[in-house]
């Protein structure tokens, strides 16, 4: 495995818990992933009834839900909360009004799968301390024009669970990511923050819940806007605060997260996301 980053990129990803790489992804194949999540959106689109409104701050309108719970290893849709009118009904078409695909498309489509493994992103890992890097999760965020809801802050951590803690999100800009239309901000050093909370799966596994040993929340100032042009990669430490704002813009806001653990960290058998058939595979191409 090469080395991808600088000493110093290293050092800025350990003090800060996120590091910024401008044009790590070829923006021809930006378009292409692109292309394919509108034509995943299309083909999987559930109807209304059965999919789940996804919000961060509306734990409780999914988590009981099977369709969601069972995600971890198929492709599927998720609305945004703002999709239907007062009747119940879609406001635009379906594949317009989506939330996000998740959470296998990196295991389960060829476009996805050959973007989500290079030896670049399989270095970058390597460099960044990750022993034994597995893709746990993908998740395609659409961040649509005007509906495009706000992600609260949070910790990736929170929900993926590892002992010791190894959760790195390798979030892409797929489209360019404003303050206007609703771009990443995230804590600098906030990644020392002890995590405040888990959410994994209740006894009967038909729902999460969440333990909160902390109540204070996560600081309100002092967040960074990561504004990142098509083709940035952004690194993630797992317990590094961050949150995105709403879109209000006319300008859709597509960006594509890969979540990876160390295969030498305890992943708890109490996490939403169990993969119980489809193996976890690293960012090498076989
Ligand atoms: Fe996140």
Same mark, same amino acid.
């Given at each position: ?20 790489? @401008? ?29 789940? $409104? ?93 509906? *495009? *809801?706000?992600? $609260? ?15 790195? *999100? ?19 050093? *906030?990644?020392? $923050? ?84 489809? @193996? ?7």
């Amino acid at each position: 495995m090469g080395t991808f980053l600088s000493p110093a990129q290293i050092a800025q990803y350990q003090r800060d818990g996120f590091l910024v790489l @401008p044009d790590f992804a070829d923006a021809g194949r930006c378009l292409e992933l692109r292309e394919r999540a509108l034509a995943l959106a299309r083909e999987h689109v559930p109807s209304p009834q059965l999919a789940t $409104i996804f919000t961060a701050d509306g734990q409780a309108l999914h988590a009981s839900d099977e369709y969601f719970l069972t995600s971890g290893e198929a492709i599927r849709c998720f609305f945004e909360k703002d999709a239907f009118d007062t009747d119940g009904r879609l406001r635009a078409e379906a594949h317009l009004c989506l939330n996000k695909l998740g959470h296998a498309m990196h295991d389960l489509d060829p476009v996805f799968d050959a973007f989500s493994r290079t030896p670049r992103l399989a270095a970058l890992a390597g460099d960044i301390g990750m022993h034994d890097a597995l893709l746990l999760q993908s998740m395609y965020i659409f961040k649509q024009a005007r509906i *495009g *809801g706000e992600v $609260i802050c949070h910790t990736d951590h929170t929900y993926l669970w590892t002992e010791p803690r190894s959760v790195v *999100g390798f979030w892409f800009a797929i489209d360019d990511a404003t303050t206007e239309n609703g771009c990443m901000w995230a804590l600098p050093g *906030g990644h020392r $923050i002890p995590v405040k909370n888990r959410s994994h799966l209740n006894a009967s596994r038909t729902a999460t819940i969440m333990d909160q040993w902390d109540k204070q929340p996560y600081p309100g100032t002092g967040l960074v806007a990561l504004e990142a042009r098509r083709g940035t990669l952004v690194l993630l430490d797992g317990a590094l605060p961050h949150r995105s704002g709403a879109n209000l813009s006319d300008k859709p806001r597509h960006a594509y997260t890969i979540h990876a653990i160390d295969a030498e960290a305890n992943y708890l058998p109490d996490n939403w996301l169990q993969r119980t058939t489809l @193996p976890l595979r690293g960012f090498g191409s076989c």
